[in-house]
C-alpha cells in the first residue's frame, strides 16, 4: 500500500469517551476458546455391515453445533517459533471473553505455524464469520483471498499496512503514526532541526517517508537521514555519516530498543543535548526504561495504563506475563462483542460497522478503522527516566471529526 494510504494521528481532541473506554476497560481486566479435534485414519470394513441408527451428537465438522453463538475464528502460530507469542494472544482472548461474559460469540483456536491458507479454509468450512489474526503479514497475504471469497472479514494483527483493505482490517501498531505523534511532541518541545537512523527494508522505507512527512508537518528541517542493512560494521558507518552533520535537537532512532541503545552513546556525543525518538518498537520490549544509553529518549505508544492491569490478571490466571502484543487479541474481541450485540446469530458479520467514526474502546486505548482499514490510534509519548518510562504527553480521548 502506498505511504498516502496511512492514517495521520489527529490534533484534535474530543473528550467524550474518555471516562467510558477507561471504565470499559478497568471492569473488564474473561467462555474459553473451543479446541478443534483432528479426525483420525478411518478403515473401511471387510464387508458391506447396515449403517448405524441415526444420532444428532451435536458437532458440525469437529466442533460443536452451536446456534445460540456466533462463530469467530482465532488465526495465530500456536507451535513453531512463535508459538509464545500466538498463544498469549489466544489466552488473552479467553480472559476477553470471561470479562465480558458474552454468550454471543464462539471463539475457535487455528494454528498458522502449519499453514495460514489451510487454517483459513478449515475455519471458514467450519462455520467462521469473522476471523481474527493472523499475525504475520505474509499469513494475512495468504488468508485474505481466502476470506475475500466467502465473504468474511479479517481483523488482523500485523503491522504492515501494506496487507490492509479489500476486507482486511489491521489492529496491530503502525509504525507510522507513532513516528507522526513523536515529531510533533518534539516540535511542541522546540525541537526544529532532526536526522533519523532507520533500518533498510520495508519498514524502514515507510518509517523514513512517515518521519520527512511529519517534520516538514511540524515546521522543522531533516538535516540528515541515513539507513542501515544490519548492525555491526554496517551500522557503525551510518552511525559516522549522521553525526558528520551533527549537531541536531532530536534524531529518530527506527530501529528496536536494543539497536536504538547500542547507536545512542555516539549519538550523544555528536550531538551534546539531543532528543532520542523511539518508534511503537520500543514499548514492546520488556524493561525498555532500563536502557540507561536512552535516558530522555520519547517515543509513541498505545497507552499503558490498562494494559498493566490486564498484565496483572493474565499472570494471576496462566502463571506467567503476557507479551505486549497479547493486548491486540483482548481488544479484537471486545470489539467483536461490541459489534456482536446487533449480530444476528446465523448471519454473516456486520463489516460496515468495523467503520464507525467513534472509534471503539480497549486497552490500547481508543481507535477507528479508517478508509483504508489501517487502525488509526490515539497515542501517548512516554519518556525514559531513572530505570523506567514516564508518560509526558497523555494519548488523546476521543477523535475529532
Known sequence: MAEGMTVRQPRTIARGLIARW???????????????VPRGPITAPDR???????????????????TQRNRVALLVPLSGTNAGIGRSIANATILAVLDTKTEKVRITNYDTATGAEAAARRAIAEGAQLILGPLLSEDVRAVA???????????????????????????????????????????????????ALVPNGLYGQRSSTAFLRAVEDAGGQVVSLQTYPAAGAAMTGAIARLNAKAPYGAVLLAGG????????????????????????????ETGIGKRTALEGAWFASVPDA???????????????????????????????????????VGRG???????????????????RFGSDGVAERALEVQEIRGGTTVLVSPAPADFGR
Open 145 to 195: 483471498p481466502v476470506a475475500k471469497a466467502a465473504g468474511v472479514p479479517v481483523i488482523a494483527f500485523s503491522n504492515d499496512v501494506g496487507v490492509a483493505g479489500n476486507g482486511v482490517y489491521l489492529l496491530g501498531y503502525a509504525p507510522t503514526q507513532s513516528i507522526d505523534r513523536v515529531v510533533d511532541f518534539a516540535g511542541t518541545r522546540g525541537i526544529t532541526t532532526f536526522a
Open 48 to 66: 458391506p455391515v447396515a449403517p448405524p441408527p441415526s444420532v444428532d451428537t451435536g458437532i458440525d465438522r469437529g466442533i460443536p453445533r452451536d
Open 22 to 36: 477507561t471504565a470499559i476497560g478497568a471492569a473488564m481486566l474473561m467462555s474459553a476458546c473451543s479446541t478443534v
Open 257 to 284: 530498543g536494543a539497536t536504538a541503545a547500542g547507536a545512542a552513546p555516539a549519538i550523544k556525543r555528536a550531538s551534546p543535548g539531543v532528543h532520542l525518538l523511539g518508534t511503537e518498537l520500543w514499548n514492546s
Open 349 to 367: 458479520f456486520p463489516e460496515q460497522r468495523l467503520r464507525d467514526k467513534d472509534g471503539f474502546a480497549g486497552i490500547d486505548g481508543a481507535f
Open 306 to 344: 490498562l494494559y498493566r492491569q490486564f498484565a496483572v490478571k493474565y499472570r494471576g490466571r496462566f502463571g506467567t506475563a503476557p507479551y505486549r502484543l497479547a493486548s491486540l487479541g483482548y481488544d479484537s474481541v471486545l470489539l467483536t462483542v461490541r459489534i456482536g450485540r446487533d449480530w444476528p
